[in-house]
C-alpha cells in the first residue's frame, strides 16, 4: 500500500519526534550529568515505543495503524510530562517515588549511598521557565496531534 503525501509525513514526524527527544535525553544525562526521575523513565517507554512501531511502519503493513499507534504513543508520553511539569511547578502532588542512578561495577552498597537522588517535583534544568518535562509535553502533544490530523485528513489531488 502506498501512502499519500501527508501520511508519509506523518510517518517521518511519529518516527522523528520520538527519536530526537530520546536522543536529546540521552545527551542531557549522559552528557551534563541531568539524571532522569521516575517520572523522567515514564515519559521515556511511550517514546521506545512509538520508534519501534514508526520503524516498523516502514517495513510492514498495514502502516496506516502503525503510524497512528506511534503518535498515540508519543500524545502519551507528552501527556505524562504534561503530569510531570503539573508536579514541577506545585499545580498538583505527584508521587512519592524517586530514582537514582547507580553504578554498580564496583561496591554496589557505597554506589548506592552515593548516587544522587533525583526528585520528580524539582526540575534541574529550565528555560525560560519551562522544565524539560514541559518540552516534552509542548513538543510532543503538538507533534502527536499534528501527526494524527495528517494522518485523518484527505489528501487534495
Known sequence: MTLTPSARLTQKIALGTPALLIAGAYISEYGFGLFPCEMCWWQRYPHFAAIALG????????????IALAALA??????????HAGVEY???EGLTSCTSAV????DPMAAI??????RCDAPQWTLMGISLAG??????????????????RRDRT
Do not use: C, H, Q, T
Open 55 to 66: 520503524l516498523l511502519s516502514y517495513a510492514i503493513e498495514p502502516k496506516r495503524l502503525l
Open 74 to 83: 508519543v500524545l502519551a508520553s507528552g501527556l505524562i510530562g504534561g503530569f
Open 90 to 92: 506545585g499545580w498538583w
Open 103 to 106: 553504578d554498580a561495577s564496583g
Open 113 to 118: 549511598l552515593n548516587a544522587p537522588m533525583v
Open 135 to 152: 518540552f516534552n509535553f509542548l513538543i510532543s502533544s503538538a507533534s502527536a496531534i499534528a501527526a494524527l490530523y495528517l494522518l485523518v
